[in-house]
């Protein structure tokens, strides 16, 4: 069985960073693409950062480019995401998903398996 579990959501204040971790289990790693997605109460899932090995690429939503980076580290089987200059308008839920193809489209409906959510709070 795929799983995937997030961890290192919390509270920050604005301006501040955070790292959240996404473990994978279940499947080869290193051939998986990622993404980082996120839901604010209220709304729709949006994408968030993408990590390509079919293509070899990174992918980010505008509103994160230049303070968010995703990484992957395939002798943990892990995937990052590193968030800094955090804004209040960043919180909500943040889920890590994966996808065995050889494209990767950055939307919902794209990805195959998804991990349970991680919370991440900014305050102002």
């Known amino acids: 069985q795929v799983q995937l579990v997030e961890s290192g959501g919390g509270l920050v204040q604005a301006g501040g960073s955070l790292r959240l971790s996404c473990a994978v289990s279940g499947r080869t790693f290193s051939s998986a693409n990622m993404g980082w997605f996120r839901q604010a109460p209220g709304k729709e899932r949006e994408f968030v950062a993408a990590?390509?090995?079919?293509?070899?690429?990174?992918y980010y939503a505008d509103s994160v480019k230049g303070r968010f980076t995703i990484s992957r580290d395939n002798a943990k089987n892990t995937v990052y995401l590193q968030m800094n200059s955090l804004k209040p308008e960043d919180t909500a839920v943040y889920s890590c998903?994966?996808?065995?193809?050889?494209?990767?489209?950055?939307?919902?409906?794209?990805?195959?398996?998804w991990g349970q959510g991680t919370q991440v709070t900014v305050s102002s």
């Open positions: 990590d390509s090995w079919s293509v070899r690429s990174t």
């Open positions: 998903a994966a996808v065995w193809r050889e494209d990767l489209i950055p939307r919902p409906t794209h990805f195959d398996y």
